[in-house]
C-alpha cells in the first residue's frame, strides 16, 4: 500500500496539509478533530469545518467545499476520521478521484494516500463501504425506533401549537372584528402564518 506514516509535522517535510471536521450534535467531537488535525501540522487557518451535519450527503457543506478549494497539488487533504468527509461510497469515489486529477494526496490520521496505488484505493473504498453501511444502519435503527414508538403511542403527529379553545377564541374574535392578525400573533406568541391557518383552517391535522 502506498501510504506515508507521517504522525508528526516532522515526518513529512514541506508537505502541507489542509484539515477538514465535522460533527452532527456534539461539538466537543470537533474540538477533538481540530486538536488532532493541529497535531498532524495543519495549520490552524487551514482547517475547515462543518457543524450540525451528518454526513450523509454533502449537499449544503460548506467547510468541506472550502478545504477542497482551498488544496492544491501536492498538498494533503485530511481528515481524522474516513466518515468525517463521506459516508457513502459515490461520493467517497468522486471526491477522491477530483483530489487525484489535481495531484493532492489523501490524509486520514498519521498516514498519507495515494488514490492511484491499486492497494490505496482498495484500501479507501473498503472505509467508505463500511462508513455506507454504519450510515444505513443507523437509519434502519432509527426508523425502526421510531415505528416502535409510534405502536407504543409515545410518537404521535405533529401537534397543534395552541389548544383548541384558544384557536375557538381566535377565530370568534376576528370574526367578530375585535383584533387584527398582529394583535392575535402578539397575543399568542405565534407566527402571523400561524393565526392565518387557523382563522381560515389551514392548519396540518394532529
Known sequence: MNAVNAPTPGAAPGVVRVGYARCSTDEQDVV????????????????????????????????LDQALAAVWPASVFT??????????MGEANQILTDLSDREVLFGLGGSV???????GRLFL???AMVAEFEANLGHLRTREGM??????????????????SAR???RRRYAE??????????????????????IHGQETPS
Open 79 to 88: 481528515v481524522t476520521k474516513f466518515d468525517r468527509f463521506a459516508r457513502n
Open 113 to 119: 494516500y495515494d488514490w492511484n496505488d491499486p492497494f
Open 32 to 63: 477533538v478533530q481540530t486538536e488532532q488535525l493541529l497535531a498532524l501540522g495543519v495549520p490552524a487557518d487551514r482547517i475547515y469545518i462543518d457543524r450540525g451535519f451528518s454526513g450523509t450527503t454533502r449537499r449544503n457543506r460548506g467547510g
Open 125 to 127: 473504498q473498503t472505509l
Open 147 to 164: 415505528a416502535l414508538a409510534k405502536r407504543n403511542g409515545k410518537l404521535k403527529g405533529k401537534q397543534p401549537k395552541l389548544p383548541e
Open 177 to 198: 372584528g375585535e383584533v387584527s392578525l398582529a394583535d392575535l400573533a402578539t397575543e399568542y406568541s405565534v407566527g402571523r402564518s400561524t393565526i392565518h391557518r387557523i
Open 168 to 170: 375557538r377564541s381566535i
